[in-house]
């Protein structure tokens, strides 16, 4: 009887002593869980910090795309009727040939800005809208347009394009100009006269004498090429030969440095025209010249002129 109160009390205690054992380590379990739940949490909040930097960066980037493309423009130089770019490209040196030049009437007016060429057939630049230009030269598919500094090619489409006559300017298209006759009708209705039962006498045109046509001058083109030196000369400028070392000059030649433009020269205004371009090349301070002829046509020397700053 002993042994079996022994027995049961022996069962009892090892019963207990594994329930004890169990809540620890259901303890135990609930601690692990809990820290891999806290573990888990920094993960998330990493990749919630890479998708924010992922998009704070992509503007960044446009930013400096734009930066970069801001700085690729043309730097360029004003003048009275056009901004010019600083360094003009000459191609492969190949110039317009002016042999073959056919002249066209003006004056214009350019409506619009329009794209300008060197000599080259390389890009220099463009006109502002609205400027005022005389006669033009066509040279096959280009226009040479002598603008108020220097001159440079238009293409012909272009210039076909913007470009309107200053007298076709100032008249309203569509519009009738009533006859004298008209003029006559409205009057006498407006004071109550009956047109059919009286009728007003034409006037009588009296003669007049017609003023003499004055005589025209044309000079020569060694003339004009005259004139215009003279007129660069008493104002201050000087050729190459005068400010440059014999020695630089041999090697370099006497248009180095200098830039160049077409200038015609009226054969029947030589004066007029030396002016003009005197006014130019003052403007932009320039006190060296070098002329090349280019020849005669259609009451115009071409000259080449080179000017640049001693």
Same mark, same amino acid.
């Given at each position: 009887? &002993? $042994? /079996?109160?022994?027995?049961?009390?022996?069962?009892?205690?090892?019963?207990?002593?594994?329930?004890?054992?169990?809540?620890?380590?259901? %303890?135990?379990? /609930?601690?692990?869980?809990?820290?891999?739940?806290?573990?888990?949490?920094?993960?998330?909040? #990493?990749?919630?910090?890479?998708?924010?930097?992922?998009?704070?960066?992509?503007?960044?980037?446009?930013?400096? &795309?734009?930066?970069?493309?801001?700085?690729?423009?043309?730097?360029?130089?004003?003048? @009275?009727?056009?901004?010019?770019?600083?360094?003009?490209?000459?191609?492969?040196?190949?110039?317009?040939?002016?042999?073959?030049?056919?002249?066209?009437?003006?004056?214009?007016?350019?409506?619009?800005?329009?794209?300008?060429?060197?000599?080259?057939?390389?890009?220099?630049?463009?006109?502002?809208?609205?400027?005022?230009?005389?006669?033009?030269? $066509?040279?096959?598919?280009?226009?040479?347009?002598?603008?108020?500094?220097?001159?440079?090619?238009?293409?012909?489409?272009?210039? #076909? &394009?913007?470009?309107?006559?200053?007298? $076709?300017?100032?008249?309203?298209?569509?519009?009738?100009?009533?006859?004298?006759?008209?003029?006559?009708?409205?009057?006498?209705?407006?004071?109550?006269?009956?047109?059919? $039962?009286?009728?007003?006498?034409?006037?009588?045109?009296?003669?007049?004498?017609?003023?003499?046509?004055? !005589?025209? =001058?044309?000079?020569?083109?060694?003339?004009?090429?005259?004139?215009?030196?003279?007129?660069? &000369?008493?104002? %201050?400028?000087? @050729?190459?030969?005068?400010?440059?070392?014999?020695?630089?000059?041999?090697?370099?030649?006497?248009?180095?440095?200098?830039?160049?433009?077409?200038?015609?020269?009226?054969?029947?205004?030589?004066? %007029?025209? !030396?002016?003009? =371009?005197?006014?130019?090349?003052?403007?932009?301070?320039?006190?060296?010249?070098?002329?090349?002829?280019? %020849?005669?046509?259609?009451?115009?020397?071409?000259?080449?002129?080179?000017?640049?700053?001693?």
């Amino acid at each position: 009887m &002993r $042994k /079996k109160i022994l027995s049961v009390i022996l069962i009892i205690g090892i019963m207990a002593s594994l329930v004890a054992c169990g809540s620890d380590g259901t %303890g135990k379990k /609930k601690g692990i869980s809990e820290t891999e739940t806290v573990s888990a949490e920094p993960v998330v909040n #990493d990749v919630k910090k890479t998708e924010e930097t992922e998009e704070v960066s992509e503007p960044a980037l446009a930013d400096n &795309r734009g930066t970069e493309i801001s700085n690729d423009t043309e730097d360029y130089e004003e003048q @009275k009727d056009i901004f010019i770019v600083k360094h003009i490209d000459t191609g492969d040196g190949t110039e317009i040939d002016f042999t073959n030049q056919e002249i066209i009437n003006g004056p214009f007016t350019l409506g619009e800005s329009v794209d300008i060429y060197s000599f080259y057939f390389t890009y220099a630049g463009y006109t502002k809208p609205n400027i005022k230009i005389e006669d033009v030269w $066509k040279v096959n598919e280009w226009i040479v347009v002598p603008f108020a500094e220097s001159s440079f090619l238009v293409k012909e489409e272009d210039f #076909d &394009r913007v470009a309107v006559l200053k007298e $076709k300017t100032n008249n309203n298209v569509g519009e009738e100009v009533p006859s004298e006759n008209e003029e006559v009708s409205e009057v006498a209705q407006s004071n109550g006269v009956d047109e059919s $039962k009286e009728t007003t006498p034409a006037p009588t045109p009296t003669p007049q004498e017609e003023a003499p046509t004055p !005589a025209v =001058t044309t000079y020569t083109e060694a003339e004009v090429i005259s004139i215009v030196e003279s007129t660069l &000369r008493n104002a %201050g400028f000087r @050729k190459p030969e005068e400010l440059v070392p014999a020695d630089i000059l041999a090697e370099f030649g006497p248009t180095d440095g200098m830039g160049w433009g077409i200038e015609d020269i009226s054969m029947t205004d030589p004066y %007029g025209d !030396a002016a003009g =371009t005197l006014e130019g090349l003052q403007f932009i301070g320039h006190n060296v010249y070098y002329i090349e002829s280019q %020849g005669s046509s259609n009451g115009y020397v071409h000259l080449k002129l080179y000017s640049g700053t001693n």
